[in-house]
């Protein structure tokens, strides 16, 4: 259990998280380096591996106690293996992420940068050429999916925009649901 304790009045002084316990999953095993590994895997511009608990210098480690009693059911093996599938195929399709995909790889662009200019008028220029080459992925996403472009980002500042991420999680989970006991996975996934 984290106590999220931000000392400091001023936003932005920092932040002191305290552990006061540990979170089991009923396997027994503890969540703490390790986190709970995803059966399917979905884009992120967050790496855990530098950013996660286990990257902290005094991190608890990951330990089991014994598990609770609990009657697990067949395992999701093969569905899993179809989810995570028909997941990729759409991701090559959907203009929602492949929008993400290209902001993910514009953000490993910036952080792999070896040199950042020292010049005011050179780091202008390429924050601005950074803002045009957002604007242009928002219009191809935008155009994708039936929405008129824009001609600025501020233009779309004030727009609800898409969890993209949640809404991918969220057609998995209908996918599994709708998955019935020994029937063909893709009929019934592909609407057939």
């Known amino acids: 259990m984290d106590l999220g304790l931000g000392f400091g009045v001023e936003p932005g002084l920092g932040q002191l998280t305290l552990t006061i316990g540990k979170y089991y999953r009923i396997t027994g095993g503890s969540t703490q380096h390790r986190g709970v590994l995803p059966d399917i895997d979905l884009p992120s511009a967050v790496d855990p591996v530098t950013i996660g608990e286990s990257s902290r210098e005094r991190a608890l480690p990951w330990d089991q106690i014994e598990a609770t009693g609990f009657s697990a059911r067949q395992p999701l093996d093969s569905e899993i293996a179809f989810l995570t599938q028909f997941q990729n195929d759409r991701m090559q399709k959907d203009p929602d992420i492949k929008y993400l995909m290209s902001d993910i790889a514009a953000i490993d662009e910036f952080r792999n940068q070896k040199s950042v200019s020292l010049n005011l ?5 390429e924050r601005e050429s950074r803002r045009d080459t957002r604007l242009a ?3 191809a996403r935008r155009m994708a999916i039936g929405l008129d472009p824009v001609e600025s980002l501020d233009d779309i500042e004030s727009e609800d925009k898409p969890d993209i991420l949640l809404h ?14 020994n029937s063909s996975m893709l009929t019934r996934a592909s609407g057939t």
């Open 121 to 125: 008028t050179v780091r202008e220029i």
């Open 168 to 181: 991918q999680a969220t057609q998995i989970v209908s996918e599994l649901a709708d998955l019935e006991p």
């Open 137 to 139: 992925r928002e219009n």
